[in-house]
């Protein structure tokens, strides 16, 4: 309390109010409590307001413009009413920004860059729904501090990542965005990511700050609609989606974003339950929550606020602390507090949220640290392409592969590369690209080229078109459905090639915000296209470019061979070409379920059992009479061109109490003639419980290496917290009683066993 008395005098006695020029004093203070509480002191309640604006700048357009002029924004940052501007890109432009404030502004408190990093910044990386499917949280932090560095070298020093919501629904187009159907992946992902943007210290130059997103509920919007209603309960928001959140605030994220859905009736930019008692309350979070893109006046769209500023007073009791380009707190929010209609305390909070991230990121210190241009000249691009090549290969997965198809032989001499997907360099970018260049990937057919020299004939042929015309952000993306002049071309070339190499899938457009789709199968003419280059050549390897999971039926029970191979991002066709040819392994497990139809939609291994799970004597049980219920290829599966053997689990003890950890042993032994990775998974189910629980969940898993013929003996350790779940006495615990222990190589082909946990 001394050093903040002290530290307001020497603030004002040195007649000035512009804390940016005083920097030396502040840094002297080193309680970063107590510097936020001396700048806020010395704050109108305008310039208080203003810290939980956010204005989009006019370099990038991720949502629907607001009517304010560019004039009018810049006297705003002139003035000191603005908090941070998200898609302000370039050293250059960050400085300018920061310039209006620090040299115009009375109190001169530095701005904040907001950007959509999602998978790299310049370097692009797998779709993050991609690059989940390698299960390996050293490339999940790799890639996010790469992507940082690059970030923080353009000015920008906050990423609107990761994206943790936990989805199931194929035909919503941002489940490209996350890591899939899992609550204890999607954990262990955010986790990682943030560590890889934030670092040690968030004051790095290198390091940027990181935004836990979207809470909540927004990956379950109601038939993968975006935007749309979330019916869930209390239970599977506490058991589903809270945990990646909670784990991502342990984890220290400076930020979080809330979401454009509905809850139950709430939408969530007016969540008090979720914004103040969970996140601010029972979890003690101590960062700020930045709304996501006009969320807060939408709730006039939504129907729970009359007008701008009736959005304002619900989003700011809630607990949104900043609105991104809404105009919903400008306008209302001082008003409000001197109608009494807001207390001026709620403002003060959400405004100390924001200076303490702003403190940590030592921006007072420097607001020009990360617009410093030789950031830029030091870093070594070349090493960011082959760090991405590496994720990218990892996050392959192998789904079928007969007779040896793959990896192609070098026997082979004449492979066809076909389909609208071969020699596209866009695509593999994926949507939420950040700054990476338009056509910059390597393209399967390049990968392809380079892997094999001169050795081998690569018989290019496009066959049709997939998306045509412009293709942006925010426009709708154009099917080919008609045009099929190219197949007879394919056809030739498929007919004089050993092996075809059939490159099919999604356009970067097809997935990602507002990209919510009804079909999920080969979109266009491709299918056509494949079932034409079949009747001629039946030796075809399905690449699938892709950034959710597709409908594949036919492809599955026709072709010899397939592989997942998303969104690879920049290095994509090299990292494809390591595959198909064996320099690299596969060892990519599905992070989320591949439906046999999209009717099957939203699909997950971790569904709950119901009362009538199975009969296959009658109609009346809990399925489909046209399909069968389970998944296509389930959630953790992939193939290696080894296999491997699974022996039983050994269990410790067949009962454990509270406080112990039982060991859970089992060999997996490589049983073919290469080398290879493994993730070995263990998912627990709880059997009987005061809620119902899902027939699986994944608790544990491990990566191994084996040689051929080696064995290894993989350990888990199972103790109370892995037990834990949302009761019925709406706390997170355990309950005693039997569970069983599933080990094995997928969510589907699991060794059972079981134990107690005792009273
Ligand atoms: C809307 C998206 O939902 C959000 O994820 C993104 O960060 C913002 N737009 C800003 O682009």
């Given amino acids: ?147 940082a560095l690059e970030s923080a070298a353009h000015g920008v020093n906050w990423t609107f990542s990761p994206m943790i919501d936990v989805s199931r629904d194929a035909r919503w187009g941002r489940i490209m965005e996350g890591s899939g159907e899992d609550p204890y992946l999607t954990s262990m992902v955010a986790v990682a990511k943030i560590k890889g943007y934030q670092g040690k210290d968030l004051s790095h130059p290198h390091t940027i700050a990181a935004t836990a997103k979207h809470f909540a509920g927004y990956g379950l919007a109601e038939a993968g609609r975006d935007y749309n209603t979330v019916h869930i309960g209390e239970n599977e928001l506490h058991n589903t989606v809270l945990p990646p959140f909670k784990a991502a605030a342990e984890a220290g994220v400076a930020t979080f974003m809330n979401s454009f859905n509905d809850i139950d009736g709430t939408p969530a930019t007016g969540h008090k339950v979720l914004q103040r008692d969970i996140l601010k309350g029972d979890w003690d979070w101590n960062g700020f929550i930045v709304s996501d893109w006009a969320s807060i006046s939408e709730m006039i769209d939504h129907g729970f606020a009359r007008d701008k500023k009736h959005a304002a007073e619900i989003a700011i009791k809630a607990g949104s602390d900043m609105d991104m380009e809404g105009g919903a707190y400008e306008t209302s929010l001082v008003q409000l507090v001197e109608e009494s209609k807001v207390d001026e305390a709620l403002i003060d909070d959400a405004v100390k949220r924001v200076l303490r991230v702003k403190f940590k990121m030592g921006l007072f210190e420097d607001p020009y640290r990360y617009s410093n241009a030789e950031t830029l000249k030091n870093i070594s691009f070349e090493d960011h392409r082959k760090a991405s090549r590496d994720i990218a290969k990892k996050s392959i997965v192998l789904l079928k592969n007969e007779n040896g198809l793959l990896p192609i032989s070098s026997s082979v001499k004449n492979i066809a590369v076909i389909g609208p997907l071969a020699n596209d360099k866009d695509s593999p970018i994926g949507n939420w690209r950040g700054q990476g260049e338009a056509n910059s990937a390597v393209s399967v057919v390049e990968g392809i080229r380079k892997a094999v020299g001169t050795d081998v004939n690569v018989n290019y042929a496009k066959g049709a078109d997939l998306g045509m015309g412009e293709r942006s952000f925010l426009m709708p993306l154009k099917i080919n459905e008609t045009d099929t002049s190219g197949f007879a071309e394919a056809v030739e070339v498929a007919k004089n090639s050993e092996v075809v190499v059939m490159v099919l899938g999604e356009d970067a457009f097809q997935t990602g915000e507002g990209r ?69 392994n596969p060892s990519g497990k599905l992070p989320v379920s591949f439906p046999r139809a999209v009717g099957q939609e939203p699909l997950y291994y971790n569904q709950k059992n119901t009362g009538r799970p199975y009969s296959d004597q009658h109609v009346t049980f809990s399925g489909y009479t046209d399909s069968p219920k389970d998944a296509l290829y389930p959630f953790g599966f992939g193939l290696s061109y080894t296999t491997f053997e699974y022996g039983e689990p050994q269990l410790s003890a067949k009962e454990m109490n509270e406080n112990e950890t039982l060991e859970v042993r089992l060999s997996v032994t490589n049983t073919g003639n290469v080398a290879g990775k493994e993730i070995v998974q263990l998912y627990i189910r709880d059997l009987v419980a005061s809620t119902t629980r899902p027939v699986k969940e994944l608790k544990a898993f491990e990566i191994i290496e084996l040689a051929p013929g080696e064995t290894k003996n993989v350990q888990f350790k199972v103790d109370e917290t892995m037990l834990q779940f949302y009761t019925a006495n709406r706390k997170w615990e355990s309950e005693a009683g039997e569970f069983e222990i599933l080990t094995g190589s997928n969510s589907r082909d699991l060794k059972k066993s079981i134990f107690s946990l005792n009273n």
């Fill in 1 to 147: 309390m001394k050093k903040y008395i002290l530290f307001i005098i020497v603030l004002f006695s040195s007649g000035f109010l512009a804390i940016g020029q005083n920097s030396e004093i502040l840094s002297s203070v080193k309680n970063v409590e107590t510097k936020v509480d001396s700048v806020l002191a010395l704050m109108t309640l305008e310039e208080k307001v203003g810290q939980l604006v956010q204005y989009n700048g006019s370099w990038d357009l991720t949502g629907p413009a607001s009517n304010l002029d560019a004039k009018q924004k810049e006297e705003n940052l002139k003035n000191g009413l603005v908090g941070s501007m998200l898609n302000v890109l370039s050293v250059e432009a960050t400085t300018e920004a920061q310039k209006l404030v620090m040299e115009n502004s009375r109190l001169k408190i530095p701005l904040l860059f907001g950007y959509d990093v999602i998978h790299g910044y310049t370097t692009i990386f797998p779709v993050p729904l991609a690059e989940t499917a390698s299960w390996d949280m050293e490339a999940a932090e790799e890639s996010a501090r790469i992507a």
């Fill in 516 to 584: 919510s789709q009804v079909n999920i199968g080969l979109a266009g003419v491709q299918q056509e296209l494949l079932e034409e280059i079949y009747k001629v050549n039946k030796n075809i390897i399905l690449v699938l470019i892709n950034g959710r999971p597709m409908e594949i039926s036919w492809a599955a029970e026709n072709l010899p061979a397939i592989t997942v191979a998303w969104q690879l991002g920049t290095e994509s066709g090299n990292a494809i070409a390591d595959v198909l040819f064996g320099k690299y």
